[in-house]
């Protein structure tokens, strides 16, 4: 028996209805003096306005309805019971176990996953305050000055964000450094800034077999041992590991007590508050790191608790189901109006799109409608000077999340500062309210139609439609509070859709090819394809013809870069 999709279901049909209307912006605020207190609400910290959605009652009810006929409340609370929701992999996603408090107990298949969290915790603790306090010494007795987190993907993006974001919160002198680029780019230009006596290195890979991950801590490895002291002294001080697969950890030569563990129900883009957050505790201390776990722990339980219509996770992601499954709006952009956010939209990217970015159901079905949009964004006021014009004046729809803080700068701060901070916050609001109501944003007198070819130019047609989210500051709650809040929108969109947000198959196949591909590249000799005759691509041991002749032109023109690589692949 075929297993319904959500678009048979009533509700879906009523919003598909709804969606046919020619929605304005201009003319709901219009009709609805009271429409912006209607449409907005606080939770956790954060003020919510999405009044600027092409929505209203009818539609909100109607997705709220939705919601429940997906039996949305039921999933929330198989996801916070530690149930297999990632059912591709037959896994729980238990992120928000990562940050339950102490006291919890949660077991799951027999064990208790809140005292299995916290022991990882303890031991990074331990870890910290060694490295803080200067008695974790590397090999020349000297202690430890910049730390660099080797990672790709969640064991990067996150900690890169999270370290960002809270830097002025920072009471360390050890410097925190992210490589992630797989051709080595960044390392080799950082190892020329630092000194190997006293750099540490984390190596953050789930599977501990990440290629991009395993090939830098490589070159660190390399970079050290030249120093001529003793292997087994090098790597016992200056590498520590987190990872699920710790047998892998210590047969690369890191010593147990310098390995940290995670678990299989830890997707990697949500492995921020796992060891995987160590590079930031190192920087803002544990405290902090602990208060930045507790804010989101605070979202979760808002999640769980409050009523749909209240509640932001649901209605920001049941907004983000209405714009590209109803409205067809296949385009997001994030524009965090706080420099220290700048890599909040990079981190949302990978959240969002790797794990809504599906075409098959739970049980396996093709879908034939919208699901997760193209997302991307940029810090508000460098988004301004790149690509808002498109936003005004393109021929896309796009959806918006503008992010600003309403505190800023304390009172010992300059002057020149708070005016700064005032000027930054005037351009978001701005910016969304041109975005809304287009050339009726400007004074009275100035909204006419177009009358000369100049003024087509210059017309803003608004009607793009945009959420608003203010922070009463950025603290390391808030800052935990925020990304929880964007991590369960995701589930409620996944619910909608039933697709499941927790496991990237499409990630893998290029993994796979990219492994085939250099085994070609690093054959000696290589052997060409037959003249004038197109490869196959069902014959293992051919490439098609594109590859075959940009793995050609490479053998002519890369003699040296050739060599090495075989040398490396006979080592």
């Not at 450094?177 to 190892?191: E, P, R």
């Not at 197109?534 to 293992?540: A, F, I, K, V």
């Amino acid at each position: 028996m075929s297993i319904s999709l959500p678009n048979q279901l009533s509700q879906w049909k009523n919003l598909q209805r709804l969606s046919q209307r020619q929605w304005s912006l201009t003319q709901l605020f219009a009709e609805d003096s009271q429409r912006a207190k209607r449409f907005s609400f606080s939770a956790q910290g954060i003020y919510f306005d999405y009044s600027k959605q092409c929505i209203d009652e009818a539609v909100k009810s109607e997705l709220i309805e939705l919601a429940n006929a997906c039996q949305l409340k039921d999933k929330i609370a198989a996801l916070y019971r530690g149930d297999k929701v990632n059912s591709s992999e037959q896994r729980a996603a238990l992120h928000t176990a990562l940050r339950l408090p102490k006291s919890e107990r949660l077991l799951v298949d027999g064990q208790d996953v809140v005292a299995e969290v916290h022991a990882s915790l303890e031991k990074a603790e331990n870890i910290v305050e060694r490295l803080r306090n200067g008695v974790w010494r590397g090999y020349s007795g000297k202690a430890i000055t910049d730390v660099v987190n080797i990672g790709v993907g969640g064991s990067d993006l996150g900690p890169l964000m999270a370290t960002t974001a809270l830097d002025e919160w920072a009471d360390s002198h050890i410097k925190v450094h992210f490589v992630s680029n797989m051709d080595g780019t960044q390392l080799s230009h950082l190892l020329e800034h630092l000194i190997p006596a006293t750099t540490l290195f984390i190596i953050s890979s789930k599977s501990f077999s990440t290629i991009d991950t395993l090939s830098n801590a490589q070159t660190a490895r390399a970079w050290l041992m030249s120093t001529g002291a003793k292997p087994a002294n090098l790597l016992r001080r200056h590498f520590i590991a987190i990872s699920a697969n710790l047998d892998k950890v210590s047969a690369w030569g890191i010593v147990p007590q310098h390995q940290l563990k995670l678990w299989d129900w830890v997707g990697g883009r949500f492995s921020m508050w796992s060891a995987i957050g160590l590079a930031v505790a190192i920087r803002i201390g544990m405290p902090r790191y602990y208060a930045m776990l507790a804010g989101a722990h605070a979202m979760d339980a808002h999640f769980k608790n409050a009523q749909f219509g209240a509640n932001l996770p649901v209605m920001l992601g049941l907004i983000g189901v209405w714009n590209s499954t109803f409205l067809g709006i296949n385009a997001h952009t994030v524009l965090p109006y706080d420099g220290r956010l700048k890599y909040l939209p990079s981190y949302l990217t990978q959240l969002e799109m790797e794990s809504n970015g599906k075409s098959v159901t739970h049980s396996g079905q093709p879908i034939p409608y919208a699901t997760c949009p193209i997302l991307w964004g940029e810090v508000g006021s460098n988004a301004q000077h790149a690509f808002y014009q498109l936003l005004h004046q393109g021929t896309q729809k796009v959806s918006c999340d503008f992010i600003a803080c309403v505190n800023y700068y304390e009172a010992a701060d300059t002057r020149e500062l708070k005016h700064q901070h005032a000027l930054s916050l005037a351009n978001c609001l701005a910016q969304s309210r041109v975005l809304a109501f287009g050339n009726h944003a400007l004074p009275l007198a100035a909204q006419n139609q177009p009358k000369s070819l100049l003024d087509k130019f210059k017309h803003y047609r608004g009607n793009q439609p945009s959420t608003t989210l203010l922070l009463d500051e950025l603290t390391p709650e808030s800052f935990g509070a925020l990304i929880a809040l964007y991590e369960h929108k995701v589930f409620v969109m996944a619910s909608i859709w039933d697709v499941n947000p927790f496991d990237q198959w499409g990630v893998e196949m290029g993994k796979q090819v990219a492994n085939d591909v250099f085994a070609h590249l690093c054959s000696t000799p290589r052997q060409p394809a037959d003249a004038g005759i197109e490869p196959s691509l069902q014959d293992d041991n051919r490439l098609d013809g594109s590859t075959e002749a940009l793995l050609q032109h490479i053998d002519t023109n890369a003699a040296s870069t050739n060599n090495s690589l075989n040398n490396n692949a006979n080592a």
